[in-house]
């Protein structure tokens, strides 16, 4: 049962321009969504997070678009730099929860 | 402030045979949660523990087991190990339940 998916595995962009990726839910509970990044042999890195509340939240080049009606997030990076190639996973949970569900990631490469 | 460390890195193990993994959390976080990540998935929920008392647990089998000490520190037992159990295995620490993880490297755990 994956609550929160993410359809596309990998993405190329050239530097400069803009990287979006896209995670899609399930679950209408969830209220509390995040983007975490990860290079090889590292754990997942926090990136960036938004409330159900809202439906954007910026952090320099990072910003996170949520859609409730459509149960839709997407990371917007712009503009992309070849240290952003890294496998991205979307991930979300219940404020009264004690797991996030997380989305089998997106590869992206930033071609220099 | 000291992140989020786990021991050994990386793990080569038999089928039958028992491991135990180790999670020293990040400095004033005192929740600590367990996750499995399988090539080409995205991490998945094993259990959480809070004040040394399992908090929620995943679709994982018994065999799976935790502790969490004192400190904070914890470890994650398999017994029993099946060759499916080959994965990462992630430690993530939040100061409380429901807020954002910060993970650790993991370990790679191979089951031959």
């Known amino acids: 049962d994956q609550q929160v998916k993410q359809n596309s595995p990998s993405l190329s962009v050239q530097e400069g321009r803009i990287s979006i990726l896209n995670c899609d839910y399930t679950?209408?509970?969830?209220?509390?969504f995040l983007w975490y990044k990860k290079y090889p042999a590292e754990g997942p890195t926090f990136l960036i997070s938004?409330?159900?509340?809202?439906d954007k939240n910026e952090d320099g080049r990072f910003t996170v678009f949520l859609n409730k009606s459509a149960k839709h997030l997407s990371l917007h990076i712009v503009p992309s730099q070849p240290g952003d190639s890294a496998v991205y996973f979307c991930?979300?949970?219940?404020?009264?929860?004690?797991?996030?569900?997380f989305g089998t990631g997106t590869s992206l490469t930033v071609i220099p | 402030e000291t992140g989020v460390t786990q021991s050994p890195t990386h793990l080569i193990k038999t089928r039958g045979q028992q491991v135990t993994l180790r999670c020293s959390s990040q400095?004033?976080?005192?929740?600590v949660s367990w996750y499995q990540q399988a090539l080409g998935q995205g991490p998945q929920f094993i259990f959480q523990?809070?004040?040394?008392?399992?908090?929620g647990r995943g679709n994982f089998p018994p065999r799976f087991s935790g502790l969490q000490f004192p400190n904070y520190s914890s470890e994650l037992n398999v017994n029993a190990l099946e060759l499916d159990d080959s994965a990462l295995y992630l430690c993530?620490?939040?100061?409380?339940?429901?807020?954002?993880?910060?993970f650790g490297s993991g370990t790679q755990l191979s089951v031959l």
């Open positions: 991930a979300a949970n219940r404020a009264t929860g004690n797991q996030f569900y």
């Open positions: 679950n209408s509970m969830f209220d509390y």
């Open positions: 938004i409330s159900s509340i809202k």
């Open positions: 523990y809070y004040r040394e008392e399992e908090n």
């Open positions: 400095s004033g976080h005192n929740t």
């Open positions: 993530a620490s939040s100061r409380i339940t429901g807020e954002k993880l910060f």
